[in-house]
């Protein structure tokens, strides 16, 4: 990300954090366990999230709603947005490069939105299901019931299946989740930790003693050569 974008987002935080509706809730940690993929070990959390105050915006959707009006007026153009995906499982089967490149606008905008390394969100969703139409599509799921491109839990992440199938809804959840983390723990390596091996066991071990397939996830989505470098 170049410097006048980090200067953006880091101008864009200190407004946020200034405004007195913005105020800090309490943080409940989810206990260890797998909590987005297939790639998750140990027993499975309790499924709680952090919460914000009922009706307001935390600090994640001020913040964004901030830098992606920044972006918009600076690049001319709406940097949330984009056109529907087709709803995978009501389409003929497409190839993994068709997929990805029908998904890939929108991953490039949510990237923007939440000041993501380019291609960052691409190459989770790239792990978790290969944009293979059986997966993509919720035909083929993964252990425990995950579904959809990026391979949401049934258990803590959206109502059904069908909106973890939806890429229109599945992506930007998932962005806004892995930008959670990115906020909570301090650097996206943590943050694909927590999507992957869940932020309880990050919170209790450190990204350091993870698994050794939680470490090989995080090498493999540095390792893709669309994304841009991050620590």
């Known amino acids: 990300m170049s410097l006048a ?13 200034m405004r007195p509706e913005t105020r800090r809730t309490g943080d409940s940690v989810a206990p260890g366990g797998p909590i987005l993929g297939t790639g998750g070990t140990g027993p499975a959390p309790t499924p709680t999230e952090p919460t914000e105050a009922p009706g307001e915006p935390g600090i994640i959707e001020q913040l964004t709603s901030t830098v992606s009006e920044w972006f918009a007026a600076l690049g001319g153009g709406d940097v949330t947005g984009a056109g529907p995906i087709p709803y995978p499982s009501e389409t003929p089967e497409r190839s993994p490069t068709e997929w ?6 929108l991953f490039r905008r949510q990237e923007k939105a939440y000041a993501m390394p380019t291609g960052f969100l691409e190459a989770i969703a790239d792990r978790e299901s290969r944009f293979r139409h059986d997966i993509v599509s919720g035909q083929l799921k993964g252990g425990v019931g995950e579904a959809g491109v990026m391979q949401l839990h049934p258990a803590y992440h959206l109502s059904s299946d069908r909106e973890r199938i939806d890429p229109n809804i599945s992506i930007p959840y998932a962005a806004k989740y892995l930008a959670k983390n990115y906020v909570r723990f301090g650097t996206w390596e943590e943050a694909i930790a927590a999507y992957n091996w869940g932020p309880g066991n990050v919170e209790r071990a450190g990204v350091e003693n993870a698994p050794a397939a939680v470490k090989e996830y995080i090498a493999w ?4 050569h669309y994304v841009e470098p991050f620590v």
Request: hydrophobic letters at 65%.
């Open 5 to 17: 974008a980090l200067a953006v987002v880091g101008v864009a935080a200190v407004i946020v954090l």
């Open 100 to 105: 990805r490149s029908l998904m890939r606008p």
């Open 221 to 224: 989505v540095k390792g893709r």
